[in-house]
């Protein structure tokens, strides 16, 4: 029997997805070269505990798994190649209880998940304080041909050839250090240790440029992704200095080479309130964000209306509305969803999972009503 891994159980967090956009649709709407028709889906899907509320409120297994809403988005083709670690460490369970479950993940970090809440766990130590650490695992982030999983061209041709969205990935500029050595740490080293910092970046990015180059010498790519998660509610834990000095070389080193072969669209994933920043993000290359928490002052509304089509966006609708009745509910979608209409370039979604306590008769009204309103 194969060992208990962190996020075992986890698995039924996942949604059903169905083709309904091709790929040239969607960069052009994402792009604001054409406004056919408006985006939905359901970015992140339910939180932990959401289905078996809904089960014993009587939703439908369709419902359970999503197949039941009605979404239009496009599907995404991910090309299989490695570039984050290059052997992670087993994500192994050491201890389980009924409240948590402590452990290894990927990083080799002793980690703790709050079962029954939680969907990511939560470190307990990092494996990088000083340069002497960092170049201890330094190979982990360098170049090796071993990053390209046997298969990868065919299955990036053929997900060009089916009309999915040709999606390559980097590491974040301030996420990947942050996993390497806490958040506090990673933003006193921007100061205390910029070496440390600067080496970091350019040696992921060499990797980064190293396979990203011979997979857009292959296949057509057409979006890059990358995951930050550097804010909270308070603002962001790296200022535009930061990422003028740190990330945004990093950044515009793989994007224009990508841009140049034809790449359209370059989402960054960060939760919280990235206003603070945006400016920086969209000077290293930035063209569309997610997930825009409302919660955390990022109002898709007031954002198109100052950066017009220079930033696209994916999410922006409160998803703590569900759980405050249908008027509450209204109001948001009659205010966020006809400006994203008439301007395009936004998938409409949640801002983020389900939170428990979302009614499922809620959830059923926000899809009848934001059909309503997209199609009026």
Not at 127 to 156: C, H, L, N
Not at 207 to 216: Q, T
Not at 268 to 286: H, K
Not at 341 to 355: K, Y
Request: overall charge negative; proline content about 6%.
């Amino acid at each position: 029997m194969a060992a208990k891994t962190m996020r075992d159980g986890l698995e039924d967090l996942t949604i059903v997805r169905a083709m309904g956009v091709r790929r040239e649709e969607y960069l052009d709407y994402m792009t604001f070269a054409d406004n056919r028709r408006p985006l939905f889906c359901d970015l992140f899907g339910p939180l932990v505990g959401v289905r078996d509320e809904w089960r014993k409120q009587g939703a439908t297994e369709d419902e359970i798994s999503f197949a039941a809403f009605r979404f239009r988005e496009p599907l995404f083709g991910h090309v299989p190649v490695n570039t984050r670690l290059l052997k992670p460490h087993p994500a192994t369970v050491i201890e389980e209880t009924d409240e948590y479950r402590l452990g290894w993940d990927a990083w080799g970090r002793r980690s703790k998940l709050c079962t029954g809440v939680g969907t990511s766990p939560l470190p307990l130590d990092y494996p990088v304080k000083t340069m002497d650490d960092w170049v201890k695992i330094k190979w982990q982030y360098e170049f090796s041909e071993a990053r390209f999983i046997p298969g990868w061209e065919d299955a990036a041709r053929r997900a060009a050839a089916e009309g999915k969205v040709v999606r390559v990935s980097i590491p974040g500029g301030f996420d990947e250090p942050r996993q390497l050595m806490g958040e506090e740490a990673t933003c006193l080293a921007f100061y205390d240790q910029p070496e440390l910092i600067h080496d970091m970046l350019q040696t992921i990015g060499d990797m980064c440029e190293r396979v990203l180059d011979r997979v857009s010498a292959t296949v057509q790519v057409d979006q890059l992704n990358v995951h930050e998660d550097m804010a909270g509610k308070s603002g962001s834990l790296a200022g535009p200095t930061q990422i003028e000095e740190f990330i945004k070389p990093y950044y515009r080193r793989v994007w224009d080479m990508l841009a140049d072969r034809g790449a359209r669209t370059f989402d960054q994933d960060s939760d919280g309130d990235m206003n603070g920043v945006i400016d920086a993000f969209l000077d290293a290359g930035v063209n569309l964000m997610h997930p825009l928490e409302p919660a955390a002052n990022m109002d898709i509304v007031q954002l198109r209306e100052k950066y017009g089509t220079r930033l696209a966006f994916v999410g922006g609708i409160d998803k703590h509305v569900l759980r405050r009745g249908s008027e509450a509910i209204e109001a948001e979608l009659e205010y966020k969803i006809p400006p994203m209409v008439a301007t395009g370039g936004c998938v409409l979604s949640l801002d983020h999972r389900i939170p428990n306590g979302t009614p499922l008769e809620a959830y059923r009204f926000y899809i009848q009503k934001a059909w309503e309103i997209m199609e009026r």
